[in-house]
């Protein structure tokens, strides 16, 4: 792997970044590069997308509140 190969745990840190388009254009070509090389980084984000989409069609008020304080805590620390 050259010093410009993104490694996967690179991808997942800057995955919530890639999908609110504020990479870097060099970061994002490297990451768009790592997603074609790699099937299970391609799942990854899928998959991320999904749960993002599924939980933004979901109402505060029809989840249980002791539930979203787990969400938010698990989720305090993203970018």
């Known amino acids: 792997m050259s010093?410009?190969?993104m490694a996967c745990d690179?991808?997942?840190e800057l995955v919530?970044?890639?999908l609110d388009g504020s990479l870097d254009p060099d970061t994002r070509v490297r990451f768009d590069e790592h997603l074609l090389e790699c099937?299970?980084?391609?799942?990854y984000l899928q998959q991320f997308?999904?749960?993002v989409a599924t939980l933004g069609a979901v109402g505060?008020?029809?989840i249980e509140?002791?539930?979203?304080r787990k969400l938010l805590?698990?989720?305090k620390n993203w970018h």
Do not use: I, Q
Request: proline residues 4%; glycine residues 8%; negative net charge.
């Open 3 to 5: 010093h410009e190969d």
């Open 10 to 12: 690179e991808l997942v």
């Open 16 to 18: 919530t970044a890639y």
């Open 39 to 43: 099937d299970g980084c391609a799942s």
């Open 49 to 51: 997308r999904s749960t």
């Open 60 to 62: 505060d008020e029809e």
């Open 65 to 68: 509140p002791g539930f979203r």
């Open 73 to 75: 805590d698990a989720f």
